[in-house]
């Protein structure tokens, strides 16, 4: 998004809302730039201590860790960008806690292929040794590759994984609550038709009570879910119109579960680039562009919609003139949203009307959401957006690890805080009040068919 931008009515004055921002750690995809002489290590831990820190310095409501299960193949070979993969999440998230203060640390856990009385105190364990600051990502597998990892193997059909991930973040919350505020354990006795749990969590109620849980899914089934769960929600809608579409049917999803709308945040995640003047910051963002879809990436990306293999096709050429196979397994580890045959035709469509190569088309069907300009320009745009009502803040996924984030705190920040909408300083200790969220202390709020020992 370049200042070329549309006339979008926004909030002002006394109903200006707050702006939040977070962290996404680059890693294991094509957006991160590995190629640049300024990439650094995703295996270090000096990497995610450099980001943590920046994100703190730029008083930024969390840090976000992604995590995949298994690495993904293509054409039966190990993909090249997850050749490395990358520590465990829980692991990470906790060493970080002793190097930050203020920082929530928000970490991916699947509910597919994990115990929710393992994960509970996982996270309860992280909030009580980072002072309130945990927060889980909670995502869901229907991917019977991933599942081969794993002691049952298989997998969910895709009917199935969010009735798993209800009634796994029920079990969850029932543990969090099993310690009163008298700090008197209380007995957990569920049954249902995934779990069947009895005991008592082994760590008293944590400074949150529970993590900030959020979600990403943009299906019917994951948005509902997220509106019912979740304390925000990682979007990819690029656009003002579109993400208004999207916050007004999450909010409302909220409300219809007789939640307050306003306690559910909504957080796109977008990339950035940065320049001394508009036209600087176009070029820069063209060459970052041209890095992150190079000739292999882009036939990579083909074949995955095309079920065959392409490598005798120009990457600079035209789109193949055959039919997609239908052929999933071309890529194992990597989610396919559509009928490859309706994506092709889509894909089709763009090329033939703005006469793209394969390479040009992959470069923009797989862009994110992104700010293009000078910091000034750039801090408008994140500011009109949020006062727009198409998002409450956003997840910022810069192109370089670790550094990549460091301009935007060092420039644009301050410019966010000169507008007035964003703080000047940390006001609370947990990520919870970061995010303007209602504490959670009571019973009440949990689930009630717990047992008295």
């Known amino acids: 998004m370049t200042a070329r931008a549309e006339t979008i ?12 921002l977070a962290a996404h750690f680059p890693g294991v995809n094509n957006t991160t730039v590995w190629s640049d002489p300024a990439s650094g290590s995703q295996i270090d831990f000096e990497s995610f201590v450099h980001l943590a820190r920046t994100a703190e310095r730029g008083l930024f409501d969390f840090f976000f860790l992604a995590e995949g299960l298994r690495l993904r193949e293509h054409r039966d070979r190990i993909y090249d960008l997850d050749v490395v993969g990358r520590p465990d999440t829980f692991t990470v998230l906790a060493a970080l806690g002793a190097v930050t203060e203020r920082l ?3 970490g991916t856990i699947n509910t597919t292929f994990n115990e929710p009385f393992n994960v509970a105190r996982q996270f309860a364990s992280l ?12 995502v869901t597998s229907s991917d019977a590759f991933t599942g081969e990892n794993f002691r049952r193997g298989g997998y969910l059909d895709y009917a199935d994984r969010y009735h798993r991930a209800e009634e796994f973040i ?14 008197e354990p209380r007995s957990v006795n569920h049954r249902g038709p995934q779990f ?58 909220a409300a219809a579960h007789g939640r307050n709308p306003d306690q559910l945040k909504v957080f796109p995640g977008v990339t950035f680039v940065l320049g001394d003047t508009e036209e600087d910051a176009i070029e820069k963002a063209a060459y970052i562009r041209d890095q992150q879809v190079g000739p292999q990436t882009a036939i990579a990306y083909l074949e995955q919609v095309w079920g065959r293999d392409l490598s005798e096709y120009d990457p600079d050429g035209p789109l193949p003139d055959v039919e997609p196979t239908g052929d999933a397994s071309i890529t194992r580890g990597k989610a396919r949203h559509g009928d490859p045959r309706e994506i092709a ?29 000078t910091p000034s320009h750039v801090a408008a745009e994140v500011d009109r957006y ?47 009040e970061h995010l303007g969220l209602d504490p959670i202390n009571s019973l009440a709020q949990g689930d009630a068919d717990r047992v008295a020992q």
């Open 345 to 373: 035709a889509k894909y089709r469509g763009i090329a033939e009307a703005k006469k793209l190569s394969i390479r040009e088309l992959i470069k923009e069907v797989t862009s994110r959401q992104q700010f293009i300009g």
């Open 104 to 106: 929530g640390l928000v």
């Open 170 to 183: 029920t079990v969850a919350r029932k543990l969090w609550d099993s310690w009163d505020e008298g700090g």
């Open 9 to 20: 009515q926004v909030r002002e004055g006394k109903d200006r809302k707050p702006i939040h």
């Open 386 to 432: 949020i006062q727009a009502d198409a998002c409450d803040g956003f997840i910022l996924v810069p192109h370089l690890t670790p550094a990549g984030l460091d301009d935007f705190v060092d420039t644009v920040v301050p410019l966010l805080q000169e507008r007035g909408a964003f703080r000047t300083g940390y006001e609370h200790e947990t990520l919870r």
């Open 127 to 138: 909030d009580h040794l980072t002072d309130g600051r945990a927060g889980w990502n909670m």
């Open 196 to 253: 069947a749990v009895r005991g008592v969590a082994t760590a008293p109620a944590s400074p949150q009570r529970h993590p900030v849980l959020l979600q990403a899914g943009d299906s019917a089934d994951g948005r509902d879910f997220g509106a019912k769960h979740a304390d925000a929600l990682f979007t990819i809608h690029s656009s003002i119109p579109a993400g208004q579409k999207y916050y007004a049917d999450v909010k409302a999803r």
